[in-house]
Structures are given as C-alpha cells and as structure tokens.
C-alpha cells in the first residue's frame, strides 16, 4: 500500500469514501478502517519512554496523545482551556488558582472524571513514595484540594508567575491507580487517559499502537490509529523513512537533508528552544578567569557550528532564551563567525601570553581545561570537539573527555560540561534553576556553581511578577549579565528535523523544547492529520 | 623399464594353467613429505592368476600396505603413481588400476573387483556402527541380500549374535573375522588380505587360511600380505619377498623355502624359528634414503663393487625371478 | 551397554555437573555483585534517567531510600540473591519495567536468531566442510579455505554493515532493520522471517568460518582414518563413505566444539541485534550497560551463562548418545 | 637427552622458519604486509603526527582522492590518516590487554598447576564456568561497572582473556612435573616457589609469549566490538571500533568511505595474523605429519 502511486492511491481512496457514504446512509456505521478518516498514521522516533504515565514523567509538557492537562497549547505555544472550561484564574494575591472542569469528559475505559482524579494525579506527584522526578517544578504547590466534583483548587507557598504553564500534567484516572505502587504500577504499560488516542498495545522496543478515542471530548480524532515506531538508531530510521514505512520520522539533520530533493517527501526543519552550549565551571582556575570566558565566546564559530555539524538544521545561539521568545533580547546576540583576533586581544590584554606548545600562560599555569561531554551523544561530541579545534587556535588548550553521565556528575564543578537544554514555554523553567545561586553545585542545575547578584534578582523578579513587562525588563536584564559574565558557552539552537511524506495533510509546526519524543513532537496535533 | 615382457613368473604348480587376472608392470609410488621423498614402491612387477595365491612376505615398513592401497586407488593426495596394474576381468574390459581413476574405481574396482581385508581390524571398523549395520551396508552397495550377514558370519567363524555388538565391544580376533567377513561380502575376483591372521590364535589362523585357499580353489585370486613366512609356506601358490620398496625375489613357494636365491630371502628364512632362528643382521634402510644401488647391499654377505647398480629382476632357473647382482646359486647352500 | 544403563548414567552426569555448577554459578554471582557495589556508578540516578537532571538531591535521596541501595553491601547481595531464588530477577533501571519482564519479551527473538543462525552455519559449514575435505587441496578446498579465513577476519558488525549497504540501500532486496513491517497489525511469521534473512545470514556467516574449517580439517583427517579406507575399499558409493562414515565419526568432536563455540555466538548475536536494531537482548544489554543497569546485566549475564553450560551438557550427553565407546561416568 | 628437554622450545621454532620453500610465498606476504602495518602504525606520531581532537567542518565527507587516501568523515576528518592511528591505539590497547590477561592466565595456571590437588580441580572447574559466560556480555558487564574508559576496556579484555592462557600454563606446568630435572630440584630440597620461578618459569615463558601474542588480534577485537556499541574508548579518539562506528551514520548519506578504511584494516591485520597462525599451526601439528600411512 505504501508504495502505491499518488493517483492510484486517490482513486482507492475516492471510492472507498463513496461506498462510505453509501453505507452510512443506510446501515450501522460501517469497519472505519480503509475509508478516508480512516487511516492509520505511522511515526518514527528513537526515544522511547520509560512508562505511559504522566505521574513519573511523560509527556509532562502536554501534547502526550494519550492524556490530556487541564490546559494545554494551541501552534503557537499559547495557552488555551483543555479539561477546563477556562483558563484557569490566579487570585489577586497570587497564590491561589482555581480551575473549573469540563463536563462529561470521559476516561478511555468509559469513567467520568472528576476533580478528585485531577487532585490524585498531583498529589502523587508530590509524594514522597513516587519516583517522580517533576516534584521540584511543583514545589511551589502547597495543597490541591477539590472543593467539588468539577472544582480544583491549588494553594501555593509563594506566587509564581508561570503556575499555569505547569497545568499541562495529564491527568490519570484515581480509581485505577489510587492504593498502587505507582512506581511499577500495570498501568504505566497499559495507561488509561483521556487523550484523543487509547493505548492498543505498546511492545516496548518496538512499537506504540495507538487507537481513536471515538468519544475524544474535542472531537473524534481524523485517523484511525497512529503508530508509534520506535528505532534507537538514526541509520535504521532513516533507511525505514527511505523504504516508505513511516509518514513522518523525526532524524539527524544530515539524514534529512537526503530526503531534501525527493517530491515524495517533505522535509520540516523546526525552530526550536534546544539549545547546546558548553557549561564554565567557575571552579576551574583557567575558567574562573572571565577575560577567558569572553575569549571563548568570541573564539568559536557558530556559523561553521551550525553548517558543518547541522548541517544547516540551527542557529546560532548567545543565550538560553530563543529568538523565538517574546522575552529574548536582541541586544545580546553577536557575530555568528570566530573573531580570533578580538579574542586573542582580549586574552593578551588579561595577561595570558602565548607559551610553549601554542598554549598561553598566565602566571606559570597554561591555559588548558578538560571538556567533557556525553559518550554516547554524537552531536555533542562534534560540538565538542569543534570547540576545541576552535580554542586551540586562540592558544587555548582544550582536553575533549567523552565520559557517561554518572562519570561527568562528580567532575562537574572544576571540568567544562556541553550541556543540552531549553523550552519554549516560559523564561523561569530551566533558567532559573540553572543560574541562581540558589541552586550552585547542587546536581545538573548550577553544576558551574555560577554566582551573580544582578541575576539572581533578575530571575527572582521575572518569577515574581504577573505583569509580562516588567517580567520581560527582569529577563533583559538576566540575559544582558549572562551574555557579560559567560558561564556558559551558548553554540547552537537546534532545528529538530522531521522527514514527512508529501501526502500528509494537517501538519502545524511549533516550536520545541529539549526534551520531545512520542510526546510533544512535530505529531503534537496528529489527532488532525490526514493523508490526501 | 623394457624388462616387462622377457620377466616370466613363476610357475606355479596348483596355478599353473589358468589366465593372468592382474598384471602389475613396473609399478612405483613415492611420497612428497614436507622435507622428504619416500619410495615406497620401486619398480615392482607381479602377475596374478585367477586362483592363485600370492603372498607378499617382508619386514614392516618394505612396502607391503603401500601396494595393497596402490592397486585400490587409496593413497593419500601426497603420493603420486607410475606404472600399471591391469586387471583382467572375465567379462568385460580390462581396468589399469593405477590410471583409470577414482570414478571407476570407485564404481567398478574396489569391492567387487578388488577387496580388501585391512591391516590392524581394531581402527578399520567404524566405532559408531555394529557389524551388521556395516556389513548390510555393504551388501547392499553390491546389490546382495542383507540377510546374508549371518551365512558371511559363519564363514568366517564369527557367532551372528557377535555382528550386534559395537567394535570397541568386540576382541581382536572378532574383529579380524569381522573386516574379513566384510571384504568377502561382495565376492571380489581379487582379495588382497593385509595381515589377516594378526591378532588370532593358532586355530584361527588356520581357519582364516584355509578360508583364502578355498576362495583361491574356488577360481578367485588371493594377494594375501604378510611377515608370517610359515603362513605363506602353508596356503600360497607363489612368493614375492619385498625388501625397500622392491621385489627382491618373485618365486614359486615351494622352490623359495626349499632354494632361496636372493641373500636377503635367504637370510629371512634362517630367521624362522624351526630354521636358525638367526636374525637378519643390521637394520632396514630409511624409504627416506635408500641407496643407489641395490639396498640390501649395506646388510648382505656378497656384496661387491657391483652392487652400487640396482640390480634388475632376472629370471631364475626353474622360473620366477630374482633382482641380484650375486644369486645364491642352486645346491651351492645345500 | 543397555539403554537404560545409559540413561542411569546420564542421569548421575546431570546429577554431577549441578553440584558442580551450582556452587560455581554462585560463586560468580557474588563475584558480579561485588563489581557492581564497587562500582562508582549511582543507581538512583540509573533510576531517574533523563529525568536526573532536573531532580532535586532529596529527590535523589528518597529514590535511593526507595530502593534500599545505602544498605550494607551483603545485606543488598542477600536481598538480591535471595530474590533471584525466589524467580524476582528485579527491576530494571534502564528500562523501568521488572528484569524478568525484559527478558521474557526479548529473549525469544534472541534465541529465535541464534538458533536459525546456528542450525544455518551448522548445515553449511557441514555440506561445504565434507565437500571441501573430500577433493582436498582441490579449486574448491581452497577457495573455501581462503574465504573462511577471510570472513574470520571480518568483525561481525562490519560484515553487517557491508549487507546492509550491499543488500538494502544499494539492491533494495531486504529491509534493513528491525523486526517486523511497521504497519503490520500482528507478528506475522513471513514477515519476520524476511526480516530476518540479513541477521541470520550475518551472523551464519561470521561464525561459518570456524566451523566450516573444522569440519574441512576433521573430515579431510578422517577420510584417511583406516576405517572410511576400509569403506572406500569396500566400494561403498562416495556419498555414502563422506556422510555415512567420515562426517559420521568426524562429528563427535564437533558437538564440542559447538558447545564451547556458544559463548562467541551469543556475543554475534549481540553485535548483530544492534546493527539491525532487533528487539532483542542485544539492544538491551547495550542500553543497560550505557545505564550501569545492575539488575539487567547481571540477569542476562547470569541467564546465558546458565543456557550455554546446560547446552554444553546437552552436547555432552548428545555425545555420549552418538558415541557408542563413551561411557556416562562422567 | 636431559640437555634436549631443557632447551626452549622457541628456538626450534626460530631457527626453522628462516628456511623458506617456494609454498610460502602467502606466508611471507602476511608477514610483509602484517610488519609494515603494525610498524607503520606504531612509528605513526614521528612521521605523520595527528591532532586527536582536531577538525575541519569545511571539508566534510570529501570522496577517496589524492589528497585524501580515504576520503573524510563527517567531521572533515581524513579516514586514511584516523586508521592508522586506530589500528596504533587499538594495537596497544589489545597488548596491553593481552598481556594483563596473560599474567592472570599464568598466574591462575600456574598455582594449579604446582599445587595440583583440590585447588586445581577448584580453579579449574571456574575457568570452565567463566569459558562459559559469553566473552561480550562478560566484557560488557565489567566495562558498565567500571564506566568506559581505557582502563574499564583493558580490564574487560584482560578479565575475559586469560582462561585459554590458564589452561596452556596449567598443562605444560603439569607436564613438566614429571620430568626427572624438576623431580631433581624438589629431592635438592628447593623450595616450591623457587622450583616454580627458577625451574618452571623459563620453560613456560617462550609458551606464554607466543599465547600472549596470538591473543592480541583477539584483544583488538573485543575493544573493536565495545568501541563500536558505544562501550569502549572515548568516541573521539580514533579508534578502529569508534571509525567504523561513526562511519555507520555516513553509509546512508552516501559516505561509504569512512566505515570501509578501518573495517579494511581490521581485516587485513587480522587476516594476516591468521595465514601466519595457521602455517604455524601445520607445521607443527603432528596430525599433519602423520599423513604418510606405511
């Protein structure tokens, strides 16, 4: 079927839909499958998640197919009402949200949910006894109460600005999982949401089959079924890309492009919040030195970053708030090719000269640091060594050390990390935990143990405040002080690339963050895709 | 060589009249070892007649078993072949065992024509069969009756039950009687028995002797290999002593014990125990590195200058031959 | 001997070889353990995953408390022995579902792999290894010899590589991964199976070679052995002389080396699943190694080690059933 | 006769491979070609130094030229140059290896070996067992427990190669037992180590560096394999397993060169290593002698 040519496919398709409507007029609904909503959608990933349930981490930020959030976010990442009738209200104090839930809405297994399903789903989240890692992003949330069946009430510690932004948790149904070891509950294989698709069956390593839900409450979905095929391995993907498997895969850039000039595909390279950079240790007696950090930053090539190892998927990146943002400050971004010579100005200026091997000294110590980066991370591993290639011709040293993470956790305070992150949604998430002093040395937040006043009060202010301007006044100046100091040094933004096939209809990309897989991928709104 | 033709055989008395079956004409096989070239069969002339039996007599390791796999096309892929060997069947063409290939052989010669009774019974056996799954096999390749098993049994003096058993269940004599039961199975014109009776006590040694002049009575030919003189004495027609690689002496039997020719036949017979019971002097030369002229010379009592040449077989007064530069003359050792 | 002489005694070497292998296993399981506890790697961070990053130290710290894994490290062996007596092999970090559950879905495909590629490599390197032996030094012989030798010097994963690029990009002839048609609403065996044709084929082939000279070597000795001369003599048709008595006798020593050639085996296979991502232990084992799994890798170390030696005592006794002279003393 | 078995064997073994005969000419490639690789390799950083960590984003995957032997990788790298590089780190590693799996071999060998009894039937009976685990999950098992690294990689070859080496060590220990000069050093009241590193040692030497030599191809091998599933050394080193395993990326993007330069290498070596091998193994074979049936 899939390697039916175009006309012939439609001529299947047109007769198939007129023998639908003849059906339709006269009988039950007829086996939906073969007519033209009735496709089943074929996706390809490599990341594959650890279990089906929002509670221990999927698909956290919305978009999980399979769950729905009490809000979500429409193409352009902006908030609307899901199983609320409304976006919620924060209280004039801030502390206080209030959410009203949509009416008859109803779990895949035929069961109503209510509020208390919305209270047990964050609740888990905040016991101790589940292995949740999402307990930090709510430790603002005091208490989530249901004062009635279609009322849920959140009390927070302190106000928090982008409290909304973390309603996007699917929500589980209480009764299947309420008195369970949620950690290795049945259910995180075999979950029950409220999401316009129902989990088939999952064989993990291979692929997730997942059915319409026909009482979706926002509308059938327009396919049948999607699939979700998962291939650890980019080569293989592509190759089943290739072999007309899959109408969509998500691939390395460079595999994509090779599908650039075929008309039979179509290739989306999507902006995304996925940035890559490398962390400067403070702790580092080369790195401490700031003339360092700045030489660094005017010493690598981002422009041959993003063409020679993107392969043209990326841009350039000079902070951890995209150009995609409302909040991100063109202010900050600098030339996107090396200037050696500016560098090495500077260098010279800070009293590094050049010494024995090309590497400079100051002070009797060389200018050389390690730079670790993950083992198994192929892109980072090129970044890396780009940075070094790029270092060593301002006299600066650089080590490359591909390690596993449990071997880079320990050196983190004294070696240069690459680091991955980023999300779309508000400048706090990732920000605010990865600058503050608050949170130096403590894990992968502020492994660099980074200390600034003006950012920390910058960052405090930005999650303080409602209003956007004032919030965006406190970001501008975050990013001003980041782009002074360098704790890190920012390289690319990715482009995640998808190979699509030409008949696929409905697509809306958006921008993505860092973390992207079944969940919160180019198929975020597969429930409205179609193939012509 | 050009000798072939004037070389008579010799006449024996119980074989006298009937037709050649094998003719072997200036046979030779040598070995290519790493390092080394072995002779192990030089030049050897034989005729065979249809129930006569020859026995092949000398030390181990003259060159005996060679010729035995020689004329059945079993040597190793080292050896390579001069000569020939014909095979004169009594209805049909006759076969040169050395040049028509292992097609043939395989098809027409081995089994049926020539059969072979191994040397050492105890590894000619395959250890994962019975004796009679190996002997309806083979009755079978032949187009005979596997209930013939139990009759070829008798012949040989073997219990049937014995023929159920493994080889590593079965004695040495059992299994002697056993690769003798299976080169008899399919009737071969030509047997060539390679050490038959080793292993057996003296009442079977008389039965499987008597079995191969009966197979000789019965119009088939026997080439019965042996370093037991008194056995040769007792069932062959003729004797050929090999000595290094070549027939040293190719005689009557009778006319051999009673008048050895060739020193070296001579000196074999003073080693039976009812003779001198003395010993060959010396040692057997090294295949490796025989010497040019005739081999037995470094051991032999007679020897001269001349015997630097390799001696040509020659006939001998009252027929067979001789290969000798100085014969014992006859009733000059009475 | 009787039969059920021989059964009594095949019993007494089951009966022997678990004592022995009993205690050994055990041994090397505390062994295991020991590496593992020695091991700088944190398991509450293997726990979390991805999702260590953005987790709190006391977030950690009730994981490790979850997971007992600050207990002394006899009383943490106990627990885990004692559990893998019971049947519970654990939880696997790396894949967030119980060990036992992994290796129920996966090893199937994994023995399914091994053992095509096994009886393949087998009736190959048998027909060619007898057929190369019987014109020894021949045009054939040595162009197998040459080419055994050749694939021997190719590490698996290379020669995979090469089938893919040969096969599935370049001729377009077979997919090139995985396990079955994406699409495919079952598991439908023609499906797999011309899946499967690369794999299987890839890792017959790596492992041919010494299999394929052994037999060359064995049967080529054996075709001089006295008693295939003696059937030859006879005039036994060749087929039957080359399969019927050299490759019959040549065998024997062949089971054992199939039985010590299992481990290699296992190790293609790995390598194997991972270059055309097969659902199988394979690509398991890698993820789980890349996450320090403990719980994983000890079980599927443990498991094979367990399968190989009971399949080496299978083609222990395969043996003595074949061989008439040896007897089950142990 | 006493001077005969006292003599190393090895110096048989040298004295008559010099001689050469007009077979051997398969021989004497393997070894050229085998010679001119390792020593080429291994003299590699004085004539042809390469960067490790170096470059070049604007010659990315560049076809085989003359400039470039073997084309370049994703990274404008020039594959020629990386594999032999990759053959010098993978060749170290495996003898380092080797040699680590030797000393365990030699050191678990030989105390069976001398002390004979319970322990070597104890010993021995848990080198049939590890025989058993299979080679790579063993090697996987150690490397995950150790994190990849140089060291976890020379300690996952060097823990899972030994066993033959025991075997070898154990046996000739075993034989040499019985031989009357030991019996003579034991009645002359040495001690048993002293018989063990005076007596025993000598002999088993010359055996234990021809093992330990035939095990390095083994060696490189097995660091090729976890190097290529991700598990060995540092990604961006060259490395044997490390090219062919970024190599893999190219193949689909057309880049088939990259995978083949150090997959060639790896063959040629091992292939070199094994005619060598297998000569060795027919010379002296007495299976091989024993052709001649008189």
């Known amino acids: 079927m899939t390697r039916m040519r175009p006309t012939v496919r439609r001529f299947a398709a047109s007769t198939a839909a007129a023998g639908m409507l003849v059906l339709a007029g006269c009988s039950a609904p007829a086996t939906p499958d073969g007519s033209a909503g009735g496709t089943t959608l074929v996706v390809a990933t490599s990341d594959e998640p650890d279990a089906l349930n929002p509670v221990l981490n999927y698909g956290v930020d919305g978009a999980s197919l399979i769950f729905d959030g009490l809000v979500s976010r429409d193409a352009d990442n902006r908030l609307v009402a899901s199983l609320a009738t409304a976006l919620p209200e924060l209280s004039p104090d801030g502390r206080t949200v209030t959410a009203k839930l949509r009416d008859g809405v109803q779990f895949h297994d035929g069961t109503t949910l209510t509020a208390p399903d919305v209270v047990f789903t964050y609740q888990a989240v905040l016991d101790p006894r589940v292995d949740s890692t999402l307990r930090s992003d709510l430790d603002m949330v005091e208490s989530v109460t249901a004062p009635d069946a279609a009322t849920v009430v959140f009390r927070l510690r302190y106000p928090y600005a982008p409290f909304l932004q973390r309603l996007t948790l699917g929500i589980v149904p209480a009764r299947l999982l309420s008195g369970q070891d949620i950690n290795t509950a049945g259910f995180n294989r075999k979950p029950v949401g409220t999401g316009p698709y129902k989990v088939e069956s999952w064989t993990p390593g291979d692929r997730l089959v997942l059915t319409a839900n026909e009482s979706y409450f926002a509308g059938r979905p327009k396919n049948n079924r999607v699939v979700v095929a998962f291939v650890a391995d980019d080569n293989v993907r592509a190759q089943r890309m290739r072999a007309g498997e899959f109408d969509a895969a998500e691939l390395p850039p460079k595999l994509a492009s090779g599908f650039d000039a075929d008309a039979a595909y179509r290739v989306q390279r999507v902006p995304t919040a996925d940035y890559r950079g490398v962390m400067l240790p403070t702790g580092n007696p080369v790195l401490a030195d700031p003339a360092v950090r700045r030489a660094l930053n005017l010493a690598v090539d981002r422009a041959a970053m993003v063409s020679g190892i993107l392969g043209g998927a990326g841009e350039p990146a000079f902070g951890p708030i995209p150009p995609t943002s409302e909040f991100t400050d063109a202010s900050i971004i600098g030339k996107p090719t090396a200037d050696p010579t500016a560098a090495g100005a500077l260098l010279d200026a800070a009293g590094w000269t050049p010494g024995p091997g090309g590497i400079r000294v100051k002070d009797g110590r060389p200018a050389r640091f390690t730079l670790m980066y993950p083992a198994s991370d192929t892109l980072r591993k090129d970044l890396a060594l780009a940075v070094t290639a790029d270092a060593k011709k301002i006299g600066i040293g650089v080590t490359p050390a591909g390690l596993t993470w449990d071997a880079i956790d320990p050196r983190m305070r004294s070696d240069a990390l690459l680091m991955g992150y980023g999300t779309p949604y508000d400048p706090d998430f990732v920000s605010y935990k990865l600058f503050s002093s608050q949170f130096a040395g403590q894990g992968y937040f502020n492994p660099g143990s980074y200390r600034s006043e003006v950012t920390d009060r910058a960052l405090q202010q930005g999650r303080d405040q409602i209003d956007p301007n004032l919030r965006r006044a406190a970001y501008a100046r975050f990013q001003k002080q980041l782009a002074a100091d360098v704790p890190w040094l920012f390289l690319t933004y990715l482009r995640h690339t998808y190979v699509l096939k030409s008949s696929v209809r409905g697509v809306a990309p958006r921008v993505e963050a860092h973390e992207h897989g079944v969940a919160n991928s180019l198929w975020w709104n597969i429930d409205t895709w179609t193939r012509s | 060589m050009t000798t072939t033709e004037s070389v008579p055989a010799p006449a024996s008395a119980r074989a006298a009249t009937s037709r050649p079956l094998l003719a072997v004409d200036g046979l030779g096989v040598e070995f290519r070892l790493r390092d080394a070239r072995v002779r192990a069969v030089t030049d050897l002339h034989l005729t065979v007649r249809a129930g006569e039996l020859l026995a092949v007599v000398g030390e181990s390791g003259c060159g005996k078993s060679v010729l035995a796999h020689a004329l059945l096309g079993l040597l190793p892929g080292n050896a390579t072949t001069t000569g020939h060997a014909v095979l004169h069947e009594s209805d049909g063409e006759p076969v040169d065992l050395i040049t028509c290939g292992q097609r043939q052989l395989a098809r027409r010669v081995r089994g049926r024509l020539v059969g072979l009774v191994p040397q050492s019974p105890a590894t000619a056996l395959n250890p994962v069969r019975t004796g009679r799954r190996l002997l309806a096999e083979t009755l079978r390749a032949h187009g005979r009756d596997r209930a013939d098993a139990d009759q070829l049994a008798v012949d040989v003096g073997l219990d049937p039950a014995d023929l159920d058993r493994y080889p590593h269940e079965l004695s040495g004599g059992m299994a002697q009687r056993l690769v003798t039961a299976l080169a008899l199975a399919p009737d071969p014109a030509l047997l060539i028995a390679d050490e038959p009776t080793t292993g057996l006590d003296r009442p079977l040694v008389d039965h499987t002797l008597d079995l191969l002049r009966r197979r000789c009575d019965n119009g088939a030919a026997v080439v019965l290999i042996t370093h037991d003189l008194a056995a040769a004495r007792r069932v062959a027609d003729t004797v050929a002593v090999m000595y290094a690689s070549r027939v040293v002496e190719h005689r009557d039997t009778d006319e051999l014990f009673t008048a050895p020719t060739h020193p070296y036949a001579s000196a074999l017979l003073d080693a039976l125990p009812d003779r001198a019971f003395r010993p060959v002097p010396g040692d057997p030369p090294m295949l490796t590195a025989l010497p040019p002229g005739c081999a037995f010379a470094p051991r032999c009592p007679h020897r001269t200058d001349t015997c630097a040449h390799p001696p040509e077989p020659t006939p001998v007064a009252g027929g067979g031959t001789v290969a000798c530069h100085h014969p014992i003359r006859t009733g000059a050792n009475p | ?330 | 006769m006493a001077d005969l078995a006292t003599r190393p064997p090895l110096l048989h073994v040298a004295r008559s491979r010099l001689r050469l005969r007009p077979g051997q000419t398969g021989v004497v490639i393997a070894g050229l070609v085998l010679l001119t690789t390792v020593a080429g390799s291994l003299l590699a950083p004085l004539v042809w130094p390469l960067d490790q960590s170096a470059v070049a984003l604007d010659q990315t995957r560049l076809a085989p030229s003359w400039t470039h032997l073997a084309g370049t990788d994703d990274l404008g790298r020039d594959v020629a140059h990386r594999a032999v590089y990759g053959l010098r780190v993978s060749l170290l590693v495996g003898a380092v290896a080797a040699l680590v799996a030797t000393v365990l071999g030699g050191v678990v060998g030989g105390i069976a070996g001398t002390l004979g009894g319970r322990v070597d039937r104890i010993l021995m009976r848990i080198v049939d067992t590890i025989a058993a685990m299979p080679h790579l999950l063993l090697g996987i098992f150690i490397v995950a427990m150790l994190r990849p690294s140089l060291g976890a990689v020379i300690a996952s070859v060097g823990l899972t190669h030994w066993l033959s080496t025991a075997r070898i060590v154990r046996s000739e220990v075993l034989s040499l037992r019985n031989r009357p000069f030991i019996d003579a050093a034991i009645s002359g009241g040495a001690g048993r180590l002293r018989v063990l590193t005076r007596h025993l040692l000598p002999h088993v030497l010359p055996r234990l560096a021809l093992a330990t030599t035939l095990m390095i191809p083994h060696a490189v091998w097995h660091e090729t394999a976890l190097s290529f599933l991700g598990l060995g050394l540092p990604p961006h080193l060259a490395s044997l397993g490390n090219m062919i395993n970024d190599g893999q990326g190219s193949l689909l993007t057309g880049a088939w060169w990259a995978s083949l330069a150090p997959g060639a290498v790896i063959v040629v070596v091992t292939f070199a290593i094994a005619v060598l091998a297998a000569r060795w193994r027919d010379r002296f074979d007495p299976r091989v002698r024993a052709e001649l049936h008189l």
């Open chain 3, 1 to 330: 001997m009787t039969r059920s002489g021989r059964l009594a005694g095949a019993r007494a070497v089951l009966r022997r070889r678990l004592l022995v292998a009993v205690p050994v296993l055990a041994a090397t399981s505390v062994g295991m353990f020991a590496l593992g506890a020695a091991s700088p790697v944190d398991p509450a961070k293997q726990y979390a995953g991805a999702a260590a990053f953005t987790a709190s130290e006391e977030n950690l710290a009730q994981l490790r408390a979850n997971w007992g894994v600050d207990d002394p490290v006899p009383v943490q062996y106990l627990r885990w022995i004692g559990n893998l007596v019971r049947g519970d092999l654990g939880w696997s970090t790396s894949r967030h579902e119980p060990v036992a559950s992994v290796l129920a879905a996966r090893a199937g495909w994994t023995l399914l792999l091994i053992g095509v590629a096994l009886a393949l490599a087998l009736v190959g390197s048998l027909l060619l290894g007898s057929l190369a032996a019987y014109r020894r030094g021949g045009l054939f012989d040595r162009a197998l010899r040459a080419g055994a030798y050749a694939v021997q010097s190719m590490p698996v994963f290379w020669l995979g590589l090469a089938a893919i690029a040969v096969f599935a990009l370049a001729l377009g002839w077979l997919p090139a991964g995985g396990l079955t048609d994406v699409t495919a609403t079952g598991t439908s065996w023609g499906d797999v199976a011309h899946h499967l044709i690369l794999p299987v084929g890839v890792l017959a082939v790596s492992q041919a070679p010494w299999f394929v000279l052994f037999v060359r070597d064995a049967v080529a000795e054996s075709m001089r052995d006295d008693h295939v001369l003696a059937a030859r003599a006879r005039g036994l048709p060749g087929r039957t002389v080359l399969f019927g008595h050299a490759l019959r006798t040549a065998l024997l020593p062949f089971l054992t080396l199939v039985g010590t050639h299992l481990p290699e085996l296992v190790g293609g296979a790995v390598l194997v699943e991972t270059v055309f991502s097969l659902p199988g232990l394979g690509a398991v084992t890698v993820a789980a190694a890349l996450g320090s799994d403990f719980p994983l890798l000890a079980a599927i170390t443990l498991a094979t080690t367990a399968v190989v030696l009971a399949a080496n005592l299978a083609t222990d006794l395969a043996y003595a059933a074949a061989d008439p002279r040896v007897r089950l003393d142990g």
